[in-house]
């Protein structure tokens, strides 16, 4: 499946720290449990490519302006 490919999958999405000083994004899902961990550097970058592709969705056609919480 391609990033621009629609989906009827649907996933539970959990973002937040770790006791290990590292920040977790979780996806749950029907038979899926991933745990993914990055130091909070690459969690910044991780950030900036969410804005990044959030601005170019809207120069797409999106929405014009934030709307609160996305899709979980």
Do not use: H, W
């Amino acid at each position: 499946m391609g990033i621009d490919k629609q989906s009827e999958v649907a996933a539970n999405l959990q973002i937040g720290p770790t006791t290990l000083g590292m920040v977790r994004i979780y996806v749950e899902g029907e038979g899926v449990d991933l745990p993914l961990d990055f130091d909070p550097d690459e969690a910044d970058e991780i950030a900036e490519e969410l804005r990044a592709a959030a601005e170019a969705a809207r120069q797409m056609g999106g929405s014009s302006a934030p709307k609160g919480k996305g899709r979980r």
